[in-house]
Nanobody, 127 residues
Framework: HVQLVESGGGLVQPGESLRLSCAAS???????????IAWFRQSPGKEREGVGV????????YYADSVKGRFTISHDNAENMVYLQMSSLEPEDTAMYYC??????????????????WGRGTQVTVS
């Protein structure tokens, strides 16, 4: 079955960068290329927020307005890996970051209910 594991979180200062990784297992290479991978984040007391979404086949990504121009999603289909490069981090970016997998076609991350598979998250703290 599909499993997602995030890594790369940590404590950084404002203005610094961080790269998160999402390792996907349980996929055939052919099916991974038909998957939608999204990054969400959630901070205490707030709803889970979509940060960006990647369509692994064409390799196109779309972002929430709050991170557009600062965050970039990339991937390695050969290794079933998806990355979230975060730059110019702000204290408001502090959250638990999750990757999620599903089948979706809209050019935005959508809602958590749109995704069938989730990782356990990695904490990002900007302070």
């Amino acid at each position: 079955h599909v499993q997602l594991v995030e890594s790369g979180g940590g404590l950084v200062q404002p203005g610094e960068s961080l790269r998160l990784s999402c390792a996907a297992s349980g996929y055939l290479h052919t099916t991974f290329r038909m998957t939608t991978i999204a990054w969400f984040r959630q901070s205490p007391g707030k709803e889970r927020e979509g940060v960006g979404v990647l369509f692994t086949g064409p390799g196109t990504a779309y972002y929430a307005d709050s991170v557009k121009g600062r965050f970039t999603i990339s991937h390695d289909n050969a290794e079933n890996m998806v990355y979230l490069q975060m730059s110019s981090l702000e204290p408001e970016d502090t959250a638990m970051y999750y990757c999620a997998a599903g089948i979706r076609y809209d050019r935005d991350p959508g809602q958590p209910a749109d995704y069938a598979y989730w990782g356990r998250g990695t904490q990002v703290t900007v302070s």
